[in-house]
């Protein structure tokens, strides 16, 4: 759900000017641009906004938006923006991670985010390989693959974001591509309207290692199940576990056609609404905006505090 931080500032550009270092044709690019126009879209003011990333090529894309960011350890993404958000449930939080950043080392905090249902949205820059590291075979690399950048077929099974996100519990699972700019915009603004945790697995080909998930290989394959008659939305409980099995067996096609669009949208509890029936002061006051005190003073000086730490 959009934040409501106020008084909200004019949206400023939601570019940096930081160099980007991408290689030319990378499909991160797209994913920078259709992730600016969301916000643009949207108008949220970009101090309300969150962006963290891991480590790799796409975990770099905090520094190109002109947001609050934060550039964390490899696969913890995902883990330091539910913190975000749970300490300022008034930000607009969003996570970006590599496919090996989130499904490889960070696959114990995908799991666990399904299960929170934290009110934020989760890019997985899905290319195949792990790009920053010249190319080895990530998570999702189809089995019996062999791209120009590993000596052998992929021995291992792949890992499928849509249906581990499904059965992890995350609310709203869609998956969009990196070349079809209008179609991840729609989908990243619809991710970011989603109150509960929204995955956006993004098609994203990696052009100097991976040399068969490429744009000549996604662009005759993948096509809207939205277009072609699937409703995602899940009003109550009995709707969603009605739907899970069909969203489940969508999300395990791949072949000649490749599934992209919304698989599910549920509208649950989240995170904070449970959170706020624990502590019922939880939401009402910007704990992270509050004057340190000691001793029920406030601490203008943390130096001393900081000091007993040591
Ligand atoms: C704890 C740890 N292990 C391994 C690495 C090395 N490393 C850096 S990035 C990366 C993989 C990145 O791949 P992916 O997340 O798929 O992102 P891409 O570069 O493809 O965008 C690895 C293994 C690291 N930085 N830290
Ligand atoms: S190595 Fe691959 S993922 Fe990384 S910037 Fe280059 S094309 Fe993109």
């Not at 609310?171 to 991840?184: G, Q």
């Not at 005190?293 to 000091?307: H, I, R």
Request: with cysteine; hydrophobic share 35%; glycine share 8%.
């Amino acid at each position: 759900m959009l934040s409501t931080v106020n008084p909200p500032a004019k949206p400023q550009s939601y570019k940096t000017n930081v160099e980007i270092d991408w290689c030319p044709g990378c499909g991160d690019f797209g994913i920078l641009n259709a992730l600016v126009l969301a916000l643009q879209e949207l108008k949220i003011p970009n101090e309300n906004v969150v962006l963290t990333g891991g480590i790799g090529c796409s975990s770099k894309i905090p520094h190109y938006v002109n947001v609050n960011t934060l550039h964390t350890l490899h696969g913890r993404s995902l883990a330091q923006a539910q913190a975000v958000k749970i300490a300022n449930p008034r930000l607009e939080v969003i996570s970006a991670s590599g496919d090996g950043d989130g499904l490889g080392i960070g696959s114990a905090h995908f799991v666990a985010a399904g299960r929170r249902n934290v009110d934020m949205t989760y890019i997985v820059f899905d290319n195949g390989v792990y790009g920053l590291t010249k190319g080895q075979a990530s998570p999702t690399l189809p089995y019996g693959e062999m791209p120009k950048s590993i000596e052998t077929e992929n021995l291992k099974f792949p890992v499928n974001p849509l249906f581990l996100g499904l059965a992890s519990g995350f609310t709203f699972v869609a998956r969009s591509y990196s070349y079809n700019i209008k179609h991840l915009k729609e989908t990243l603004v619809k991710a970011m309207k989603h109150r509960g945790l929204a995955l956006v697995d993004v098609m994203q080909p990696c052009v100097t290692y991976n040399n068969i998930n490429t744009k000549e290989f996604y662009d005759p394959r993948l096509y809207d199940i939205e277009k072609e008659g699937w409703n995602p939305v899940a009003n109550n409980e009995s709707e969603y576990k009605q739907k899970i099995p069909q969203a489940v067996v969508k999300s395990l096609e791949w072949g000649d056609r490749i599934p992209m669009g919304v698989f599910m949208d549920y509208q649950t509890e989240t995170y904070d609404q449970k959170l706020q029936k624990l502590v019922p002061a939880y939401g009402k006051k910007n704990y992270v905006m509050e004057p340190i005190e000691s001793s029920g003073k406030p601490l203008n000086d943390v130096t001393e505090l900081m000091d007993s730490f040591c």
